[in-house]
């Protein structure tokens, strides 16, 4: 079974880049034809997606976070990574990877616990 855990600094300040790591256990990022996503919640509000890297290697991102949000892999590791760059209060959210079958789902079949993420001076 597919595992995801979400690594990261809980603290981020305003203008800082967010950078987040997925990693995954029990299935290789390369292997038959998933979207290994990001998916962010703020608090009091609902799902967003964020954006998605296929197991090619193609990449596809949220048009809303598009100029602010890098996804990138490591294959040799078994995981890929988030960056929000210029980051605001309202980027203050738990931040979660998965693993779907469909590019822009923000409820994937498999998904990490979440870790939260606070945008704060």
């Known amino acids: 079974q597919v595992q995801l855990q979400e690594s990261g600094p809980g603290l981020v300040k305003p203008s800082q880049t967010l950078s987040l790591t997925c990693t995954v256990s029990?299935?290789?990022?390369?292997?038959?034809?998933?979207?290994w996503t990001w998916i962010r919640q703020p608090p009091g509000k609902g799902l967003e997606w964020m954006g998605a890297i296929d197991s090619s290697g193609s990449i596809w991102y949220s048009p809303s976070l598009k100029s602010r949000t890098s996804i990138y892999r490591d294959t040799s590791k078994n995981l890929f990574t988030l960056q929000l760059s210029s980051v605001t209060p309202q980027d203050t959210a738990v931040y979660y990877c998965g693993r779907g079958n469909a590019l822009d789902t923000t409820t994937p079949d498999y998904r990490g616990q979440g870790t939260q993420v606070t945008v704060s001076s």
């Open positions: 029990g299935g290789s990022i390369t292997s038959n034809y998933y979207y």
